[in-house]
């Protein structure tokens, strides 16, 4: 083949490029060009993910009303302040002076677990953390090592720490075992209770917790 036909064919390869690139170019704005280098895609911006639901709201439990906080008749030597543990009953009253105290309905140690005596509280928590203790443990040893606070969490909001014991006083997720016994000793009350109780309390309260055997009649009368 002569140089002349090959750069010919050359030449005719060149222009119809060209046409090419001109057809592209002329086309109409609102067709969409074709990429001239199809490796370097265009950039697509991602649709923000969905915004997550807020959850609904736990069904609010209704207490029987006994067991729904209110201030009642209540004679006691013990000092404004103190907090009475009527176990049988399934009451706490916190002493108020002039012959009244808050009652408010609490759970209590299911049979074998319950316990009596006099404490004091020595530590307060908002929304605990919670260590099951080696005795819990040993029962249930399916139970978690540690749950962080939180609404899931069975020591609810709050808790106050008797003494040197692994018992407390302390709030619930679980409102409908209120006026049960259903714990391994710790004393359970709403999550809304042991708020109201809580801001109440100090460091240094005396606790005291009468016995299960102590079934006398419930001391505390509703003031009408």
């Not at 004679?75 to 103190?82: D, K, Q, S, V, W």
């Not at 009253?93 to 005596?117: C, E, H, K, P």
Request: hydrophobic content about 40%.
């Amino acid at each position: 083949m002569s140089s002349l036909s090959i750069l010919s064919r050359f030449a005719a390869a060149a222009f119809g490029a060209l046409a090419i690139g001109a057809t592209a170019f002329s086309a109409p704005a609102a067709a969409a060009p074709l990429p001239l280098f199809p490796f370097f895609l265009p950039q697509i911006e991602a649709a923000p993910p969905p915004a997550a639901a807020a959850p609904q709201e736990e069904e609010r439990f209704e207490l029987p009303a006994r067991l729904r906080r209110q201030v009642v008749n209540y004679y006691t030597r013990e000092a404004p302040g103190t907090i009475i543990i009527d176990t049988p009953n399934t009451y706490l009253y916190l002493v108020l002076g002039n012959g009244q105290a808050m009652r408010y309905g609490i759970g209590i140690g299911r049979d074998g677990f319950t316990w009596s005596g006099t404490q004091t509280i020595t530590r307060k928590a908002e929304w605990p953390a919670w260590t099951p203790p080696p005795q819990m443990i040993a029962r249930q040893p399916y139970l978690p090592r540690h749950m962080t606070g939180g609404p899931g969490n069975p020591l609810g909001a709050r808790a106050m720490y008797l003494g040197g014991t692994i018992y407390r006083i302390h709030g619930t997720n679980a409102p409908e075992t209120i006026g049960t016994r259903v714990s391994s000793g710790c004393l359970r009350l709403t999550n809304e209770d042991v708020i109201d109780l809580y801001s109440r309390v100090s460091v240094g309260t005396k606790v005291i917790v009468l016995p299960m055997t102590d079934r006398r009649a419930d001391l505390g009368r509703t003031i009408r």
